[in-house]
């Protein structure tokens, strides 16, 4: 006995372009230098009344949740696994090419983000996710090197992650090679420092 396929209702399909249109309107106005975008300004870019974007919405704290989200997936799938068995230094460097390339496209909602942070559940919890995602990266890419030491892996993670990234990129305004370059040593030196020494 065969199931009969699944047929979208025409309303839930348009709730759903709807909603995708906000979020993404919210995503566009951060990504142009907007860190405080209003619901007036995101409805007017997404097409929708203000009516729509608050019965799909609580309040911007929902909405900032839901680009949370959205920004969390496109990062998985921007993410490209690191083959285990290359050479050390190759991992490093493969590692700090593909932080520094998500951590550019993460920038503008992390900037954002940061902004509301501190008041907002749902953004510590996607904080909380990204920082679980690097911590899997690094067991994975380096699980030999790091093998049981908590210490290690709490400060290879501390330095991959957007704070030390908005530190080299913002704070001192260093150009993305030059902060790439800053986090492969810096990870090189965690991972291997005898040999951080030797150069």
Same mark, same amino acid.
Do not use: C
């Given at each position: ?103 550019? *496209? ?10 509301? *942070? ?82």
């Amino acid at each position: 006995m065969t199931t009969p396929p699944t047929r979208v209702d025409g309303r839930t399909a348009r709730s759903e372009r709807t909603r995708n249109a906000i979020v993404d309107a919210h995503l566009r106005l951060i990504g142009e230098g907007d860190m405080r975008p209003t619901a007036d300004r995101v409805a007017k870019l997404a097409g929708v009344s203000l009516r729509a974007l608050w019965s799909h919405f609580a309040d911007m704290e929902a909405l900032m949740a839901a680009s949370g989200q959205r920004v969390l997936e496109q990062r998985d799938a921007s993410y490209r696994p690191i083959p285990a068995d290359l050479p050390l230094a190759e991992r490093i460097e493969a590692f700090s090419h593909q932080r520094a390339r998500l951590l550019e *496209e993460i920038g503008p909602a992390a900037r954002a983000s940061a902004l509301k *942070e501190p008041f907002s559940a749902g953004l510590q919890r996607y904080r909380k996710l990204h920082t679980a995602r690097v911590r899997d990266e690094l067991t994975t890419t380096f699980a030999h090197e790091i093998g049981s030491d908590e210490d290690l892996l709490n400060a290879l993670t501390a330095v991959s992650l957007w704070p030390t990234w908005a530190s080299w990129r913002d704070g001192m305004e260093l150009s993305v090679e030059s902060a790439r370059s800053a986090l492969a040593r810096t990870v090189g030196a965690l991972i291997n420092p005898g040999a951080a020494a030797r150069t």
